[in-house]
């Protein structure tokens, strides 16, 4: 079974600018999270999907980042304009349902704003 | 916010010994898991365990879990290099809602 994708796995930008990440959950992975990690901490969620509906974004700085995932199964992050706290790597985990309690993670993407 | 808090920050032993982490939380949970990250990679699931739980084993991997001190240990027995990883605690408050995760331990095993 493949695991999570994501993509690009490393990206470099200068702040101001803007940045998209790209997520493929595992197939029939209902629930999608974002997490931000920043170095030295435990990821912190950003965003939970289950399908194409917003379960959870409270922690979602919505001023520059957003997030979608149209068609319910892959998922896309974007920050704009991008500040150097942003640098961090991202996230992307899924599972089957909102009641099942393990999350599978994809490799992340890590970004650095300078 | 960060839910949990793990103890020590980091860790160095030697292949062979036993390898305890400890985790703190500050409200009541609804399960408790511990997760495991190598260096530049994601984040993969040990084990769970569920809040009326007090302790569960998988393979080399024993933890308890005491609700009353709102804490968990992970003990990882017989360690190898290749258990060399982040360790961390991950708490969600109800079933459905997401996972809140600790600062981790850094485990180091020397051979």
């Known amino acids: 079974e493949a695991g999570v994708a994501q993509s690009p796995r490393y990206k470099i930008i200068e702040k101001r600018q803007s940045v998209a990440f790209w997520c493929n959950p595992i197939?029939?992975?209902?629930?999608l999270y974002w997490y931000q990690q920043i170095l030295g901490q435990g990821p912190k969620l950003l965003i939970q999907?289950?399908?194409?509906?917003?379960?959870?974004d409270s922690q979602l700085p919505k001023d520059r980042f957003s997030a979608e995932r149209l068609k319910g199964v892959d998922s896309t992050l974007k920050i704009q304009p991008a500040k150097l706290e942003d640098s961090a790597v991202y996230l992307c985990?899924?599972?089957?349902?909102?009641?099942?309690?393990?999350?599978?993670f994809g490799p992340g993407t890590r970004l650095t704003v300078l | 916010s960060q839910q949990g808090e793990e103890d020590p920050q980091a860790l160095s032993i030697q292949e062979g010994e036993n390898a305890t982490m400890n985790c703190s939380y500050k409200?009541?949970?609804?399960?408790l898991q511990w997760y495991r990250q190598n260096s530049g990679r994601g984040l993969v699931h040990l084990i769970l365990i569920r809040s009326n739980e007090r302790e569960k084993h998988s393979g080399r991997l024993r933890v308890t879990l005491d609700t009353s001190k709102k804490s968990s240990s992970l003990l990882i027995t017989a360690s190898r290099a290749a258990d060399t990883a982040s360790y961390f605690c991950a708490t969600d408050v109800e079933a459905g809602t997401a996972l809140i995760f600790g600062k981790g331990t850094t485990l180091s095993v020397s051979s």
């Open positions: 409200t009541s949970i609804n399960n």
């Open positions: 197939s029939g992975h209902a629930t």
């Open positions: 999907f289950q399908n194409n509906g917003v379960v959870d």
């Open positions: 985990a899924s599972s089957p349902s909102l009641s099942y309690n393990e999350q599978f």
